[in-house]
DNA sequence: AATGCGTGCAACCGCAGTATT
DNA sequence: CAATACTGCGGTTGCACGCAT
């Protein structure tokens, strides 16, 4: 057997939220922080199933979410990072510090792509329209690259819109499987170097690489839970990079890393593992 | 004033990856 | 190890609002 289930979702309230709903959500994170999505509707006295109450918060109540119009500045990094990126919303949001993946998705649909189109740019392949098809996949984006390692020469993570350029081949395997659908390899490292050139002030080197097989070289226990944290959407790996800091979290409580290091010129950011 | 249409955005849905029992 | 729940993400939907007719 799993787990117990999830929430009750016959008791549940859908659609818009009230303002006592809101006050209550603030309230119980205020008390007692984010988490255990599970059980905080019922904690916090709310009819709402955990789902439902982490996208208002995350959307909507954070305190830390930078409300009103989107400048200039922020239209141009989400198309420089959308067409290295791909619809990786939350990559993207992470380098938009009080923006969320949501409002950044809405407004890429509502406002940004008829920019792009206005320029006579596709919105997908972020090439002139028309001239896409005959080096791209019509039906895919361009490069999602997902894989692609966030990486930073400087000391600390930095943020935009300072980002240094490094062009990554030390991570390959998850890279190939995604040029197998599309290309060769060096299709694929022609256009994003090509990319790279287009926007010079962008560092995506995003790869996320299959864990590094180091050895536990340390029975100290500090260092060897080190040695073990997740990063999103990634197994559990011994040692990788975190995202949070390389993707503009910043100081929020998003990113409790500790520690870098720097492996052949790469600095990794090391979390605990938190529990 | 009534209606229709377009727009913006909050919220929902379904899925994949991960954690837990 | 299998089964199942939890979390987070991207895509989509539906409603409220403003504007034009």
Known sequence: MGRSPCCEKAHTNKGAWTKEEDQRLINYIRAHGEGCWRSLPKSAGLLR???????????????DLKRG???DEED???????????NKWSLIAGRLPGRTDNEIKNYWNTHIKRKLLS????????????????????????TPYSDVVLSSSSPTPAFPPEMI????????????????NSGTTEDHQQEQSSQYRQYPELNLDLSISLPFQTEPTSTNTAESKQQQFRVSKQPVIAQAICLCCRLGFQSSQACNCQ???????????????DS
């Open 165 to 180: 350029i490094m062009n990554s081949n030390h991570n390959s395997s998850k890279v190939e499987e995604t040029q197998s």
């Open 119 to 142: 320029r006579g740019l596709d919105p997908q392949t972020h090439r002139p329209v028309g001239a896409s098809a005959t080096t791209t996949n019509p039906t895919t984006p361009t």
């Open 69 to 71: 119009n989107f400048t």
């Open 76 to 86: 141009e990094l989400i198309i420089k990072l959308h067409s290295l990126l791909g």
């Open 49 to 63: 199933c955990g789902k439902s109450c982490r996208l208002r918060w995350i959307n909507y109540l954070r305190p």
């Open 259 to 273: 520690t870098t290091m720097i492996t052949n010129g790469v600095h990794r950011y090391y979390s605990p593992l």
